[in-house]
DNA sequence: ATTATAATTAGAATAATTCTAAAAACAGAG
DNA sequence: CTCTGTTTTTAGAATTATTCTAATTATAAT
């Protein structure tokens, strides 16, 4: 593992938001000023295909990354704000239904996040 | 309703495919040459508002428009072609289980289809 | 130290999509 | 009908996200 997906790495698993590659570049040059964004886009494309980490493709948006561990999202559907929910009971159920043939899945569920809700 | 709007909710009604707007262009072009791709895009942009049609946003390609229908998807891997399936026992208790609040939700599924398994 | 291999950089290239301004189509009032 | 205002469509430039290519730098192995 290289330098940078070492860091990138942890960026992801020691956060809970959900960023882009852009915002992962400006996060990573705040400690490794040279880095360079093809660098982020590179290193990203690595690590998901060792599994390592997951890409999140969102609606209308840039591709954000996060953590491995199994959890599922909310997502807002108008401000586009992610958060971090397991729906557990229902995905093992999903899991054991699905059996060996599954790779993975992906459960987004869209609300209006309660700042998105107060403005209206 | 504007004339290509109708059109392109027919197709997208109509298939089974889960075709990009590039797609749906040359589909629509078939009896209507003179349309442009930039007026499936808008028309696209506006039935998805008006909540008559379903954008599926891929990972590492072009989003995919669908009926409104209820379903979920099963996605390759691999090649990343599209079906639909019914994960109906389970998404009923989710929509129980999320209730008012939910706008909506999105289940992708992802495995090898049998075309790509073979090839192994 | 020398060479081979892999990682990073810079920037051009591409793909998908949106934007802008002009042209065309359509709809209603006279 | 014909004029006028509004909406839709068009053409093409612009933007955004991402990938690619080739050169450069760093790392590892001899």
Redesign the pocket.
Known sequence: ?????KIILELINQSDRHM???QLFFELKKT?P?????????????LCQEGLIRRL?ME????RFDKLKKHDHLVCKKCGAVSDQSFEDLTKDLEKQLGEAIVSYDLKVYYLCPECREER
């Open positions: 593992m290289t330098k940078y997906a882009t590659a852009e490794e040279k880095v360079v964004l093809a660098t982020v886009y590179n290193n990203l494309n690595t493709s209308g948006s840039a591709d």
